[in-house]
């Protein structure tokens, strides 16, 4: 029987069960037995909600889709949706080199781990059961191989196809993704808890799901050759929220971990690992017109001629863009030059994709904030040493906390330097250099970011982000703690709710980082003032120029050094030998014979690199490869004395 006639008998079948088990991953007694072999102990579900493995109608591959939406021609590549999506991190989830090498560290620290991360980074992998829970075919090896991403099939280079579950969050799951479930299930805003149609579209009567976009067709005229529905949640932050809301897994049995202070209290609170959509939840933009995330994450193409496919139709409005972007310029690089060969034999426009990806990425942090440099005073050296004193504002233009999304070795900065009339450098704070990726913290240096760490780990009783060797640790699954978070908070930003009257969940740590705006409104301002004092030695010419400098970097020096580190200490099996026996072992791309820890080391350091040429923006020469996480310029800002 072909699967075309085979199809619906499926579905119904698939449905009436899915009435008993789809919001209930412990049905029966299969997932209690992967469970206990990766945890004998505990046997905890860590994805027991939204649509389990095991669909009735499969995922389609975004290849599919490339027949019609991709690009014609270069000026149809900036807005047609496969091929504005397909440079993005979101397409090429499962390739990112960063978050396998973190994923190890996390099967390590709580085993079988990878079933929470995997869910989110490879949803047809996932779905189709090649990951820990098994679909409708049993699940093809051991737990353990799918908790570490062994089971899934095609490369880290293969095309979007069939033969591949690297494609990252493909076209066909995000327009299948529903607010609320099959009978009415609250939607989720977190965790990847994301529902699934997987029932016949009654809007074209076709007995696959409809595709789900904010487009409709009066009339079915100009409607697509395929089923479809308008969905107003494709343009609502809370689709973006299923993902960018990230907890300690929230397993059947409650949160892995939850949140404790400084003193050690507990607040019960599940640990927010990351909390792009609260930020934005708790800023002004929700109550603003177009300032859901799609606007500036999707914006709507200005060109005249953009269209969402190759042949006529009509659609209502603007097209919104598929770009994806945020801060991220180094790891599209990376995947560019490491797979892109391979990739490209499903079509030559992809390397392109990705250098166009790297430039909407630094067109938005462009724009995420604004630096102001004001002379507050300043005393020419004479006999004695001068003195000069330069306040620095940084406003905070994005919709969530700078920087937001995943913590781990993401970081910005301020950067300032003082230089003389000769061009001389007199003073600088928080220097950084690009051939070490050292960033130094002199005592005036200001670096946002989010420190996450793990309670009395060396039995200081408090919140513990170094080891007892005082190197930087990084064990998401485990922290459960805060012993940092000076990121700039968004316009209207009000982090305490009803929910949460301390604000523990959002706010700066420590609290009271950032003032109000009016006392006692809870909202607080969405800049930060960084007022330097500089020591002018005798002898130096004037004028003298301060210049600020706003850097975003998306690894630091340490996370990587740490996820190289990790997989030694932890006996971390080199890729191929970790996967040995699955049936799409070995692969002849990636770490391969290497760690996954020691080929994102090695990607950072230069031991493998690509054609990518940047300027490390840091008075240094051009340089060639991936380079050390190489920081991104923000905006800066400049002020000279008078001579």
Not at 21 to 31: K, L, P, R, T
Not at 552 to 576: H, M, P
């Amino acid at each position: 029987m072909s699967r075309s006639i085979a199809l619906p008998f499926r579905h119904l079948f698939a449905f009436a069960l899915s009435i008993f088990v789809a919001h209930d991953a412990s049905a029966g007694d299969a997932w209690w037995q992967v469970a206990q072999h990766l945890q004998p102990a505990g046997s905890i579900d860590l994805t027991p909600h939204g649509t389990q493995p095991g669909l009735a109608n499969d995922l389609q591959v975004s290849d599919q889709c490339a027949s019609c939406h991709s690009a014609n021609n270069a000026s149809e590549r900036a807005f047609r949706p496969y091929s504005s999506w397909s440079g993005s991190m979101m397409a090429n989830a499962t390739r990112d080199p960063l978050f396998w090498a973190a994923l190890d560290v996390a099967n390590k620290d709580f085993p079988g781990a990878g079933d929470f991360c995997l869910r989110c980074h490879t949803p047809r992998g996932w779905l189709e059961g090649r990951v820990v829970k098994p679909g409708f075919n049993p699940l093809p090896g051991t737990p353990e191989q799918g908790a570490n991403g062994c089971l899934l099939v095609g490369q880290y280079d293969s095309p979007d196809d069939l033969n591949s579950d690297f494609g990252g969050l493909t076209c066909h799951f995000c327009h299948r993704m529903m607010p609320t479930g099959p009978l009415g299930e609250p939607g989720y805003t977190e965790n990847a808890n994301i529902w699934v149609d997987d029932a016949p579209c009654a809007n074209t009567g076709d007995f696959e799901p409809c595709r789900r976009g904010p487009y409709d067709y009066p009339g079915g005229g100009g409607a697509p050759p395929h089923p479809w529905v308008y969905s107003e949640y494709h343009v609502q932050s809370e689709m973006c929220g299923t993902c960018h809301n990230v907890t300690s897994p929230d397993t059947d049995k409650g949160p892995l971990k939850t949140l404790k202070l400084a003193n050690g209290t507990d607040t019960g609170i599940p640990f927010p690992i990351e909390r792009t959509f609260a930020e934005w939840q708790r800023s002004a933009y929700p109550a603003m017109t177009e300032k859901q995330c799609q606007d500036c994450h999707m914006p709507q193409s200005e060109d005249p001629n953009a269209s969402a496919c190759s042949f006529g139709g009509n659609r209502a409005g603007n097209l919104g863009v598929h770009e994806f972007v945020g801060g991220n310029t180094w790891i599209p690089a990376i995947i560019k030059g490491q797979y892109a060969a391979g990739l490209e034999s499903a079509g030559p426009e992809r390397a392109a994709t990705y250098d166009q990806t790297i430039q909407w990425a630094r067109d938005l942090l462009a724009t995420a904030a604004v630096v102001d440099a004001t002379l507050q005073s300043y005393t020419p050296p004479g006999a004695g040493t001068g003195s000069m004193s330069v306040r620095v504002s940084v406003t905070n233009n994005s919709g969530h906390k700078l920087p937001s999304g995943y913590g781990e070795g993401r970081r910005m900065w301020l950067n300032l330097q003082v230089r003389d009339a000769n061009g001389g450098l007199v003073h600088e704070s928080a220097g950084y250099d690009p051939t070490t990726g050292v960033l130094a913290q002199d005592a005036q240096a200001r670096v946002y970011e989010v420190l996450q760490g793990i309670h009395d780990h060396n039995g200081s009783g408090s919140c513990d982000v170094d080891d007892a060797s005082g190197k930087p640790m990084f064990h998401f699954v485990l922290n459960d703690c805060i012993a940092k978070d000076n990121r700039i908070p968004p316009l209207g930003f009000k982090p305490a709710t009803v929910a949460d009257p301390n604000a523990y969940e959002v706010g700066p740590v420590p609290a009271g980082l950032y003032p109000e705006t009016t006392p006692g409104s809870g909202v607080l301002v969405n800049y930060d003032t960084v007022d330097y004092t500089i020591a002018v030695p005798v002898g130096t010419v004037g004028p003298l120029t301060a210049t600020a400098r706003l850097y975003y970097q998306t690894a630091s020096k340490e996370y990587i050094e740490f996820l190289r580190d990790e997989a030694v200490a932890n006996g971390t099996q080199g890729e191929n030998l970790m996967c040995s026996g699955a049936a799409a072992r070995p692969f002849d791309v990636g770490p391969q014979g290497k760690t996954r820890g020691q080929y994102m080391y090695d990607l950072w350091s230069g031991k493998e690199f690509g054609d990518r040429v940047f300027t490390d923006g840091f008075d240094g020469p051009l340089m060639q490869g991936y380079g050390k996480s190489p920081p991104e310029l923000i905006g800066y800002d400049a002020v000279t004395t008078t001579p």
